[in-house]
């Protein structure tokens, strides 16, 4: 059981170029997270996904998109590069418990990208 | 400002104390409590997670709840070098819903 994984580890890129971030979870959890973190600021919402063909935007959503095609996938993409996305980038995953109350959030390690 | 308010630090601590890690936040809504702990270059894990107001023990943790003041604490009693991380508080309005409110985390340093 690997929990929450994320690809890559870490990235360089020049303004302008594009990329994709892959999170993957085998938990079977039906909602995933896109965060950002960085000094000072704390973990701010991307985008998120409460199941499967599903996304929404979170408190930062401008320059990124998302997409959620499988349940255990959900892809971060960067069309056009900033230096202002510098920053490390955190996938998580929850579940509904039987309650119908959310679990807490399972994070990934991380990717660390750096737009110049 | 800030829904959730959490000094940055750093706090430093000798080996042994007991450390003290508090939030404060504005939304009355909020009735789920969580503690994060993040080690350097990781992810968040969860370390506490409290309903409504009061205490919950766990171990050389302790989380406290206070709804009528607004206010959360981490008690991390004969805190040792491995404690040194980031904790960082979030809460949620209902154990339904799907997103919660981060603070920006405390960084702990406990040093030998």
């Known amino acids: 059981n690997a929990g929450v994984t994320q690809t890559p580890k870490f990235r360089v890129l020049k303004t302008g170029q594009s990329m994709t971030l892959l999170c993957a979870q085998d938990m079977n959890h039906e909602y995933m997270y896109w965060y950002r973190q960085d000094p000072g600021m704390g973990l701010r919402l991307i985008h998120y996904s409460v199941g499967e063909g599903t996304t929404a935007k979170g408190e930062v959503p401008d320059g990124y998109n998302v997409s959620r095609l499988k349940k255990q996938n959900f892809l971060l993409g960067l069309e056009s590069a900033a230096p202002s996305q510098t920053s490390v980038y955190f996938c998580?995953?929850?579940?509904?418990?039987?309650?119908?109350?959310?679990?807490?959030?399972?994070f990934g390690p991380g990717t660390r990208l750096t737009v110049t | 400002q800030k829904e959730v308010e959490q000094d940055p630090g750093p706090l430093s601590v000798p080996e042994g104390a007991i450390v003290s890690l508090n939030c404060t936040y504005s939304n009355s809504a909020f009735q789920y409590f969580m503690w994060y702990r993040q080690y350097s270059r990781k992810g968040p894990e969860l370390l506490m997670y409290t309903y409504s107001s009061g205490n919950k023990e766990d171990g050389r943790f302790t989380a406290q709840v206070d709804k009528s003041s607004k206010y959360i604490s981490l008690f991390i009693r004969d805190s040792q070098p491995s404690d040194s991380a980031t904790y960082l508080c979030?809460?949620?309005?209902?154990?339904?819903?799907?997103?919660?409110?981060f603070g920006r985390g405390t960084s702990l340093i406990v040093h030998p």
């Open positions: 979030a809460m949620k309005v209902g154990g339904g819903s799907y997103i919660p409110t």
């Open positions: 998580a995953s929850s579940y509904r418990l039987a309650g119908g109350s959310l679990n807490e959030q399972y």
